[in-house]
């Protein structure tokens, strides 16, 4: 593994500090039938960054969600989280990873039934490690529900589920977030809401944030904004 | 427990509903417990509190029925007397009569003949010993509790011998389910032959006796005694089996138990298997985030042994309740603390056992699933 390999789209800072995509290519399916669902994509999100990529339905983007959050590996390339190349880290560095580096903030919140807003941030804390987490109070004020920190999922708006969510992401104190389509379920007023609060929180908190969006209306909200198109990242245009 | 606990609050009427499932199971399994500890008792306890460790029958004797077809000549107690590792040999006769006592009330009696003074004659815990009367019983204090007192004369149906209540002993001495009357040995012929008041008793009936008792040391070698007596030993546990119905009770209520605790298991591996089906959503959202697997099993786990535990033991309680109620009736029923201990555990383990099959689908859950609204 060499570091001097430049990040072609990045910005700005150092590379390895946020997240590396270099040259990532995702096949998908077995046998005749198989698709690039990513295409030699190279990116580069340093702390307190957010970055849009919209795109077609089909085009590729959850995959590079995928990758990015190790859930995947890609099937060439190099993904390098905060310092760790995802590869090399085993089944188990991946997961301590998405523990302890990685936050995910998934479509319509995706909260775990049983448990209150306020519990649904200290779950995270029973997944070992020995990480200080943020105070799911405090952290709640912040994403400005802490008055709802009692309810469950089920008496939540889906706005105020989709805060919640991101606070869960956040609790853990990640250098990398991910977020997949976050205001698919809202209207015009509370998209706007959740991604200026994501813009924020990236920048207050220094995460490398990547969002995955069909919304072109929360773009203004966001640094870089990249197009998918058939698994090949481009700089968007309007 | 942070997310088991939370879990069984959240959804807790399907738990409840799964509870009582498992609760009721535990409540039957109290109940079948008191049942075949009831029938045990009154199918061998007069054998269990017998001071012998094996009878010698007659060769080639069915052992379903050896006590009430075999016959053994007195010789053979003498010539297991002789073996090594026995301490102690009697003759022993064992018949079933109807009776009645002199104030109408009407008896079953297992009566157990033996040699006064030998060591299967019983000390009885009222009244006097086996001995100066030769038509004199002792018997079990259940028949006391049934209405007979020490001083009634019990009179044997069609052949007319009577007999003198003197004694009784402690507890519950039955045999296939009617009480024990210890008597000589001699009137035990008598009766057995069929002989009425008076009438002569060949010589050969006076040679014969149902089996031999032995008592030994764990040195005894059966067969060989077997050889030299010319006779069929089986060890006093194996002797259970002649007592009438025995077997097949036992086994009936084994193998109803048996399916109780497939069912119970098969049911909570059932209901753990859609729970879990339910909750892949989360789980997959879990396991993105990190969550180790090892962490997540074992929550599931926690969680199924806190509903196994808690409804066997409400299941015990009601069950132990019940079997009070019933203990008090004339059913064969008792409650034994070590079999309704064992009963729960392995209601709680086998469940569990279910329960572990269900949750590694835990997993299997790709955590990919959590991205992306219906991959
Ligand atoms: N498990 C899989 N096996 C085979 N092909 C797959 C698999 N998952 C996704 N694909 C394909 O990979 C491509 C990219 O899928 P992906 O889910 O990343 O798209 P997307 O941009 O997120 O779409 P959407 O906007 O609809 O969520 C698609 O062509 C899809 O059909
Ligand atoms: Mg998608």
């Known amino acids: 593994m060499t570091a001097a390999t430049p990040a072609p789209v990045s910005a700005t800072g150092s590379a390895e500090a946020g997240l590396v995509l270099e040259d990532v290519t995702l096949v998908l399916g077995d046998g005749d039938d198989t698709v690039r669902a990513l295409d030699e994509v190279s990116l580069s999100v340093v702390p307190g960054e957010l970055v849009a990529v919209v795109g077609p339905s089909g085009s590729g983007k959850s995959s590079l969600l995928a990758v990015a959050g190790a859930l995947t590996l890609p099937t060439s390339g190099r993904v390098v989280v905060d310092g760790v190349d995802t590869a090399s880290a085993g089944r188990r560095g991946r997961t301590r990873l998405r523990r302890d580096h990685i936050g995910f903030v998934f479509q319509s919140g995706n909260l775990v039934p049983a448990l209150t807003a306020a519990d649904q941030l200290r779950l995270p804390g029973r997944f070992g490690g020995r990480r200080e987490h943020r105070d799911p109070v405090e952290l709640l004020a912040e994403v400005g529900i802490e008055h709802k920190a009692d309810r469950r999922p089920h008496q939540l708006s889906g706005g105020e589920r989709q805060r919640v969510g991101i606070a869960r992401a956040l609790v853990t104190g990640p250098r990398v977030l991910l977020v997949d389509e976050p205001t698919a379920a809202l209207d015009r007023q509370r998209s706007q809401d959740i991604v200026a609060l994501l813009a924020r929180e990236a920048r207050t908190h220094e995460v490398a944030t990547v969002m995955v969006t069909h919304d072109h209306d929360v773009l203004h909200h966001c640094d870089r904004v990249y197009e998918m198109i058939d698994g090949s990242l481009r700089a968007f245009e309007g | ?375």
């Open chain 2, 1 to 375: 427990m942070f997310l088991a606990i939370r879990e069984l609050r959240f959804a807790r009427a399907r738990f409840a509903l799964m509870g009582s499932v498992v609760a009721l199971i535990a409540v039957l399994m109290v109940l079948l417990s008191g049942l075949s500890v009831g029938l045990v008792n009154d199918g061998v306890s007069g054998l269990q509190k017998m001071p012998v460790t094996s009878f010698a029958f007659e060769k080639g004797v069915p052992h379903d029925t050896a006590f009430s077809r075999s016959v053994v000549p007195l010789s053979a107690v003498d010539e297991w007397k002789k073996q090594p590792g026995v301490e102690d040999a009697a003759p022993f006769g064992n018949t079933l009569a109807n009776a009645h006592s002199d104030r109408g009330l009407p008896v079953d009696l297992a009566l157990f003949g033996v040699e006064p003074g030998s060591f299967v004659d019983p000390t009885p815990a009222e009244g006097e010993p086996l001995g100066e009367d030769p038509h004199g019983i002792v018997v079990s204090q259940t028949l006391l509790d049934q209405g007979l007192r020490i001083g009634d004369t019990i009179t044997i149906d069609r052949i007319g011998t009577e007999l003198h209540v003197i004694g009784a002993v402690d507890g519950q001495h039955t045999y296939g389910h009617v009480d024990v009357a210890y008597l000589p040995l001699s009137t035990w012929q008598q009766i057995k032959v069929g002989a009425r008041p008076g009438e002569p008793v060949s010589d050969t009936a006076r040679a014969e006796v149902t089996a031999v008792a032995v008592r030994a040391d764990g040195d005894v070698d059966l067969a060989a005694g077997d050889k030299a007596a010319d006779t069929e030993s089986l060890t006093k546990e194996k002797s259970y089996g002649a007592s009438p119905g025995y077997t097949a009770e036992t086994s009936t209520l084994m193998l109803i138990q048996v399916f109780l605790y497939a069912i119970s298991a098969l049911v909570v591996g059932a209901f753990f298997t859609v729970w879990t089906i339910q909750r892949r959503q989360e789980i997959a959202v879990m396991r993105a985030m990190g969550a180790p697997t090892g962490y997540l099993l074992r929550d599931s786990l926690v969680q199924s042994l806190l509903l196994l535990v808690a409804s066997a033991a409400a299941g015990v309680g009601v069950g132990v309740g019940a079997g009070a109620l019933i203990e008090g009736t004339s059913m064969p029923f008792a409650l034994s603390a070590p079999s309704i201990v064992v009963a729960a555990v392995l209601l709680v383990v086998l469940g569990l056992l279910g329960a572990a099959a269900a949750v590694v689908r835990i997993t299997r859950v790709d955590p990919l699933t959590a991205l992306g609204g219906n991959r």
